[in-house]
C-alpha cells in the first residue's frame, strides 16, 4: 500500500512548485510597486504550499524505497527534494512572522525546488512505459519452445550457441531492461551491454557460468510472484520455456555472441521488387494480389458498388465535396463503360479543389498547422503558401521532399522544427526535432525515443540519431543522453 501511496508523488510534486513560483512572483512585484496589502496574500500560499512539499517529499521517499530508483541521480533528486521542503518550512516560519529578509528566503527555496526539480526530471526523461511486453517472439521471430526444440543435442554449433544468447537477451530486454538500463541501474544493474550483464549489480553477479542452482537470477525467476524479490516485479512473469532458455544459456556457459543485436523487426532497407501474382481474371497488380489473398483464405470477392456511392467517394476523395444533384444525375445516366476513369480524369483536372482538400492532410503530415505562442522564439514558420502551390502546380512527390528536407526559403518552416516552447531539453533542439519531424512522417520511423537514449521500441541508437540530426545543424552536436552531455 505504501509503495502504491508513493507513486502518486509526480502528481502532488506540481503542486507545491507551482504555488511558491507563483508566491514569488506576487511579493516580489508587491516589492517592486509598494503594495504593501497584497503581501497579505501572500502568506497563506507560502503556507500551503509548504505543507504541500512536506507531502510530497513524504510520498517521494515512499516511491523511493519501493525500489524503483536508485543511483546518483535519485540521490542527487533525494537531497535536493529534502533540502527544498526543509527551506519551505523556515519561509513559512519567516512569513508567519513577517520576517523582513522573508521574501530572500523565499527566493531560495524556490532556486532549490528548480534543482530538485531539474533532477527528478532527469530520471524519468525519455521513460516510455507503453511499449513494454511485447512477447518476445515478436521480437525474435521464434519463441522459446522452438528454440529449446532445435537445441536438444548436447553439443552445440556455434551458431545454435548464439541463437541462445540472442534468445536470452532478447527476453531481458523485453521484460527487465526498464528498470536495468543504462540510465536507470535498479540494483546497480545495467542489461544493455556484456559488462553490465557478467558484472551484476550491487549483489554481485547475476548468474554463475556453468552452474544454474548458485545463479541468482534463476532463483529469482522461479520465485513466487508474491515474493518480495521475485523478478520481474510488475507485469507478467517469464514463462517456463523462457526460464529453460535461461537455464539452458548458463549451462553452456553463458556464450556470448559479439554480434550487433537487433530486438526488434524490421523491414530491410533495400526495396525489392515482388512477383506478381498470375491471373487471367484481372489485370491490375492490386487486384491480382487480393484475388491470391481471398483465394487463400477462402473469401468471395464482395460486389461492386454502385454509381451513386462511387461518385460520392470520388468527389470525397479528391475534391473533399460531395457532389451535386445535377453532377450526381450526369454522371449515373453515363452509359459508357468507362465512366468512372472519366469521372476520376475530370475531377483531377480541377487543380484548386484538388489543392485545397490535400491541404489540409498534407498541413497534418508535415504538422503546418501547428503554431505555438512563439514567446521565446517567434513561434513556428508557416509553410501553408508553398504546400499549396506544390500542390496546385501538381510538383512531383520526390522534388516536393527534396524542398522540405534541403529547404528553400519558402519551404525551410517544416525543417526548423516546432519552436514554440524554445530549446527545452537536449532531446528537443532544432536539429533533433527536424530529424524526427522527417522520421515519422516521411519515414515512417519513431525517432524520438532515441533522440534521448537508445530505444526501447525500435532497433536505432542514440548515435544514429544524432549523426541524422547532425545533416541539419550549423555545426557539429554533442550528444546528450537523457541530458547529460557525452562528448
Given at each position: 500500500?505504501?509503495?502504491?501511496i508513493?507513486?502518486?508523488?509526480?502528481?502532488?510534486?506540481?503542486?507545491?512548485i507551482?504555488?511558491?513560483?507563483?508566491a514569488?512572483a506576487?511579493?516580489?512585484?508587491?516589492?517592486w510597486?509598494?503594495?504593501?496589502n497584497?503581501?497579505?496574500?501572500?502568506?497563506?500560499?507560502?503556507?500551503l504550499?509548504?505543507?504541500?512539499?512536506v507531502?510530497?517529499?513524504?510520498?517521494g521517499?515512499?516511491?523511493?524505497?519501493?525500489?524503483?530508483?536508485?543511483?546518483?541521480?535519485?540521490?542527487?533528486?533525494?537531497?535536493?527534494?529534502?533540502?527544498?521542503?526543509?527551506l519551505?518550512a523556515?519561509?513559512?516560519?519567516?512569513?508567519?512572522?513577517?520576517?523582513?529578509?522573508?521574501?530572500?528566503?523565499?527566493?531560495?527555496?524556490c532556486?532549490?525546488?528548480?534543482?530538485?526539480?531539474?533532477?527528478g526530471?532527469?530520471?524519468?526523461?525519455?521513460?516510455?512505459?507503453?511499449?513494454?511486453?511485447?512477447?518476445?517472439a515478436?521480437?525474435t521471430?521464434y519463441s522459446?519452445?522452438?528454440?529449446?526444440?532445435q537445441?536438444?543435442?548436447?553439443?552445440?554449433?556455434?551458431?545454435q550457441?548464439d541463437?541462445?544468447?540472442i534468445?536470452?537477451?532478447s527476453?531481458?530486454?523485453?521484460?527487465?531492461?526498464?528498470?536495468?538500463?543504462?540510465?536507470?541501474?535498479?540494483?546497480?544493474?545495467?542489461l544493455e551491454?556484456?559488462?553490465?550483464?557478467?558484472t551484476?549489480?550491487?549483489n554481485?553477479?547475476?548468474?554463475?557460468?556453468?552452474?544454474?542452482?548458485?545463479?541468482?537470477?534463476?532463483?529469482?525467476?522461479r520465485?513466487?510472484?508474491s515474493?518480495?524479490?521475485?523478478?520481474?516485479?510488475?507485469?507478467?512473469?517469464?514463462a517456463?520455456?523462457?526460464i529453460?532458455?535461461?537455464e539452458?544459456?548458463?549451462?553452456?556457459?553463458?556464450?556470448?555472441a559479439d554480434?550487433?543485436?537487433?530486438?526488434f523487426?524490421?523491414?530491410?532497407?533495400?526495396?525489392?521488387l515482388?512477383?506478381?501474382?498470375?491471373?487471367?481474371?484481372?489485370?491490375?497488380?492490386?487486384?491480382r494480389?487480393?484475388n491470391?489473398y481471398?483465394?487463400?483464405?477462402?473469401?468471395?470477392?464482395?460486389?461492386l458498388?454502385?454509381?451513386?456511392?462511387?461518385?460520392?467517394?470520388?468527389?470525397?476523395?479528391?475534391?473533399?465535396?460531395?457532389?451535386?444533384?445535377?453532377e450526381?444525375?450526369t454522371?449515373?445516366s453515363?452509359?459508357?463503360?468507362?465512366?468512372?476513369?472519366?469521372?476520376?480524369?475530370t475531377?483531377?483536372?480541377?487543380?484548386?479543389?484538388?489543392?485545397?482538400?490535400?491541404?489540409?492532410?498534407?498541413n497534418d503530415?508535415?504538422?503546418?498547422?501547428?503554431?505555438?505562442?512563439?514567446f521565446?522564439?517567434?513561434?513556428?514558420?508557416?509553410?501553408?503558401?508553398?504546400?499549396?502551390?506544390?500542390?496546385?502546380?501538381?510538383?512531383?512527390?520526390?522534388?516536393?521532399?527534396?524542398?522540405?528536407?534541403?529547404?528553400?526559403?519558402?519551404?525551410?518552416?517544416f525543417i526548423?522544427?516546432?519552436?514554440?516552447?524554445?530549446?527545452?531539453?537536449?532531446?528537443?533542439?532544432?536539429e533533433?526535432?527536424?530529424?524526427?519531424?522527417?522520421?515519422?512522417?516521411?519515414?515512417g520511423v519513431?525517432?524520438?525515443?532515441?533522440s534521448?537514449h537508445?530505444?526501447?521500441?525500435?532497433?536505432?541508437?542514440l548515435?544514429?540519431?544524432?549523426?541524422?540530426?547532425?545533416i541539419?545543424?550549423?555545426?557539429?552536436?554533442?550528444?546528450?543522453?537523457?541530458?547529460?552531455?557525452t562528448?
Amino acid at each position: 500500500m505504501l509503495d502504491w501511496i508513493g507513486h502518486f508523488h509526480p502528481l502532488v510534486i506540481h503542486f507545491p512548485i507551482g504555488l511558491l513560483l507563483t508566491a514569488l512572483a506576487i511579493d516580489g512585484y508587491a516589492l517592486w510597486r509598494k503594495k504593501v496589502n497584497l503581501r497579505d496574500g501572500v502568506t497563506p500560499m507560502v503556507l500551503l504550499g509548504a505543507i504541500a512539499s512536506v507531502v510530497a517529499v513524504g510520498l517521494g521517499y515512499l516511491l523511493r524505497e519501493s525500489g524503483d530508483y536508485e543511483g546518483t541521480l535519485m540521490r542527487n533528486h533525494a537531497w535536493s527534494g529534502y533540502i527544498a521542503a526543509g527551506l519551505s518550512a523556515i519561509t513559512a516560519w519567516y512569513y508567519l512572522k513577517e520576517h523582513r529578509h522573508r521574501f530572500w528566503s523565499l527566493l531560495i527555496t524556490c532556486v532549490g525546488i528548480s534543482i530538485a526539480a531539474h533532477w527528478g526530471a532527469s530520471i524519468t526523461h525519455g521513460s516510455d512505459y507503453l511499449a513494454w511486453d511485447s512477447p518476445a517472439a515478436v521480437t525474435t521471430g521464434y519463441s522459446s519452445a522452438a528454440l529449446l526444440a532445435q537445441l536438444s543435442a548436447e553439443d552445440l554449433t556455434e551458431r545454435q550457441l548464439d541463437q541462445l544468447n540472442i534468445q536470452v537477451r532478447s527476453l531481458l530486454v523485453n521484460k527487465c531492461i526498464r528498470c536495468h538500463n543504462e540510465t536507470k541501474r535498479k540494483g546497480g544493474l545495467s542489461l544493455e551491454s556484456k559488462d553490465g550483464f557478467f558484472t551484476g549489480g550491487e549483489n554481485g553477479a547475476i548468474f554463475v557460468e556453468g552452474d544454474v542452482a548458485q545463479s541468482e537470477i534463476v532463483r529469482r525467476l522461479r520465485l513466487p510472484r508474491s515474493h518480495d524479490d521475485a523478478m520481474p516485479p510488475e507485469g507478467e512473469a517469464l514463462a517456463d520455456d523462457d526460464i529453460l532458455v535461461m537455464e539452458r544459456w548458463i549451462d553452456e556457459g553463458a556464450h556470448w555472441a559479439d554480434t550487433i543485436l537487433k530486438f526488434f523487426r524490421e523491414a530491410p532497407i533495400a526495396l525489392t521488387l515482388p512477383n506478381v501474382p498470375a491471373s487471367t481474371a484481372y489485370s491490375h497488380p492490386v487486384d491480382r494480389f487480393v484475388n491470391r489473398y481471398f483465394d487463400e483464405q477462402e473469401i468471395d470477392w464482395p460486389d461492386l458498388i454502385d454509381d451513386r456511392a462511387f461518385a460520392r467517394r470520388a468527389y470525397l476523395d479528391i475534391t473533399g465535396a460531395l457532389p451535386s444533384y445535377e453532377e450526381a444525375s450526369t454522371f449515373i445516366s453515363n452509359p459508357q463503360e468507362d465512366k468512372r476513369n472519366q469521372l476520376i480524369e475530370t475531377l483531377l483536372q480541377d487543380k484548386e479543389a484538388y489543392a485545397l482538400h490535400w491541404l489540409s492532410f498534407w498541413n497534418d503530415l508535415l504538422r503546418n498547422d501547428y503554431s505555438g505562442t512563439g514567446f521565446i522564439t517567434g513561434g513556428r514558420k508557416q509553410i501553408t503558401d508553398w504546400l499549396y502551390h506544390s500542390l496546385l502546380e501538381e510538383k512531383p512527390y520526390d522534388e516536393m521532399v527534396s524542398e522540405l528536407v534541403s529547404p528553400t526559403p519558402e519551404s525551410e518552416g517544416f525543417i526548423k522544427g516546432i519552436k514554440w516552447r524554445g530549446v527545452v531539453n537536449a532531446s528537443q533542439r532544432t536539429e533533433l526535432q527536424a530529424a524526427q519531424n522527417i522520421a515519422q512522417s516521411l519515414l515512417g520511423v519513431n525517432l524520438k525515443c532515441a533522440s534521448c537514449h537508445n530505444s526501447f521500441v525500435n532497433n536505432l541508437t542514440l548515435d544514429q540519431a544524432y549523426g541524422f540530426a547532425n545533416i541539419f545543424a550549423d555545426s557539429t552536436l554533442e550528444i546528450y543522453q537523457c541530458d547529460k552531455p557525452t562528448g
